[in-house]
């Protein structure tokens, strides 16, 4: 079993930047990838971006050249910079894990809340 835990979430300008942190715990020897995912009010969860072990990245065309995700290694913590956020990017964001021998995501941290105002 893995737990994962976000934090780095908060008000911010529109324009402006925040960092999300996702720390790992656990039995998380199984995990090939990790991603960030969120979701808005009234809309369906959208995957933003994932990264796999072996450096892989996929980003949803919305954050592309403004969010970028990376890892370190040595503290199992996966970062989500988010520079020039727009108000559209307003949503409570979760981390999330994908397992061998598994298609989806299955593991999922209890979010935390980016909101971007005007």
């Known amino acids: 079993q893995v737990q994962l835990v976000e934090s780095g979430g908060g008000l911010v300008q529109a324009g402006g930047s925040l960092r999300l942190s996702c720390a790992a715990s656990?039995?998380?020897?199984?995990?090939?990838?990790m991603g960030w995912y969120r979701q808005a009010p009234g809309k369906q969860r959208e995957l933003v971006v994932y990264?796999?072990?072996?450096?892989?990245?996929n980003y949803a065309d919305s954050v592309k050249g403004r969010f970028t995700i990376s890892r370190d290694n040595a503290k199992n913590t996966v970062y989500l910079q988010m520079n020039n956020l727009k108000l559209e990017d307003t949503a409570v964001y979760y981390c999330?894990?994908?397992?061998?021998?598994?298609?989806?995501?299955?593991?999922w941290g209890q979010g935390t809340q980016v909101t971007v105002s005007s």
């Open positions: 999330a894990a994908r397992h061998n021998f598994r298609r989806d995501f299955t593991s």
């Open positions: 656990g039995s998380d020897s199984s995990i090939n990838a």
């Open positions: 990264i796999t072990n072996g450096g892989n990245t």
